[in-house]
């Protein structure tokens, strides 16, 4: 089974601190998502990275930043953290299938609370 | 970019009764389309997908219609049970050589009554 695991289940934060979600896939996927889901807007791409080292901005890449340093690994940064950015932030991850759909599979979220 | 939406945002039926959630998308390029299902404290999980060279697919309970035309497809659920209760997402995507980005919709609460 496909595992993702991310770091914490609930975090809180203070306005301006420097926030960091880890993410981790045990199936060698090469692809790994970060997103953040908000009620009624469904979950929007904030990066994505097709391998080690590589970052690609998602829909809404403002105010964060990523970090894929090992293959398994991917960390989503909050720089300066605001409170806008209180969400619920999900990892995924996926294997590259050639002319093939790829499925997502999903860990089970941070839920970030910024004051 | 690609634009899904999704409708209703909340479902409630009567355990036995179907469920069915309509998604529409914006571009015709887009030719893969999955739904997720998500329950309580857990991430997503792909329940059912089709290609938009089908028409229609099936599994068991679950159904999923596409009209390429029309550019909209649909999630039907058959006797519902009280498991079903979850919110389910659609999606859309162009397959391509590598990296295939899902344009997400909003998300149905579906509620089933014991």
Same mark, same amino acid.
């Given at each position: 089974?496909?595992?993702?695991?991310?770091?914490?289940?609930?975090?809180?934060?203070?306005?301006?601190?420097?926030?960091?979600?880890?993410?981790?896939?045990?199936?060698?996927?090469?692809?790994?998502?970060?997103?953040?889901?908000?009620?009624?807007?469904?979950?929007?791409?904030?990066?994505?990275?097709?391998?080690?080292?590589?970052?690609?901005?998602?829909?809404?890449?403002?105010?964060?930043?990523?970090?894929?340093?090992?293959?398994?690994?991917?960390?989503?940064?909050?720089?300066?953290?605001?409170?806008?950015?209180?969400?619920?932030?999900?990892?995924?991850?996926?294997?590259?299938?050639?002319?093939?759909?790829?499925?997502?599979?999903?860990?089970?979220?941070?839920?970030?609370?910024?004051? | @970019?690609? *634009?899904?939406?999704?409708?209703?945002?909340?479902l409630s039926v009567q355990e036995g009764d179907s469920a069915? /959630?309509?998604?529409?998308?914006?571009? &015709?390029?887009?030719?893969?389309?999955?739904?997720? +299902?998500?329950?309580? @404290?857990?991430?997503?999980?792909? /329940? /059912?997908?089709?290609? &938009? *060279?089908?028409?229609? +697919?099936?599994?068991?309970?679950?159904?999923?219609?596409?009209?390429?035309?029309? +550019?909209?497809? &649909?999630?039907? /659920?058959?006797e519902t049970q009280p498991?079903?209760?979850?919110?389910?997402?659609?999606?859309?995507?162009?397959?391509?050589?590598? @990296? *295939?980005?899902?344009?997400?919709? @909003?998300?149905?609460?579906?509620l089933v009554k014991p």
């Open positions: 089974d496909v595992k993702v695991t991310q770091s914490s289940r609930y975090l809180v934060k203070r306005t301006g601190e420097k926030v960091f979600l880890e993410c981790v896939q045990d199936m060698d996927h090469e692809n790994m998502f970060w997103y953040r889901q908000d009620p009624g807007l469904g979950l929007r791409l904030i990066y994505f990275s097709y391998d080690v080292k590589m970052k690609e901005k998602g829909d809404i890449p403002e105010g964060y930043s990523v970090s894929r340093e090992k293959k398994e690994r991917f960390s989503l940064i909050l720089e300066s953290a605001s409170t806008n950015q209180t969400s619920m932030y999900l990892c995924a991850s996926s294997r590259i299938v050639a002319g093939g759909p790829e499925t997502q599979y999903f860990g089970p979220g941070t839920r970030l609370l910024v004051l | @970019g690609e *634009n899904v939406e999704q409708h209703p945002s909340t069915v /959630i309509k998604c529409t998308y914006s571009d &015709s390029a887009s030719n893969y389309f999955p739904w997720y +299902k998500q329950e309580l @404290g857990k991430g997503p999980q792909l /329940i /059912i997908d089709i290609r &938009s *060279n089908v028409g229609e +697919k099936k599994d068991q309970r679950i159904a999923v219609t596409l009209n390429k035309t029309a +550019k909209h497809f &649909s999630l039907h /659920i058959t498991e079903d209760s979850a919110v389910y997402f659609c999606a859309a995507s162009w397959i391509k050589a590598a @990296g *295939n980005k899902l344009t997400f919709g @909003g998300g149905t609460r579906v």
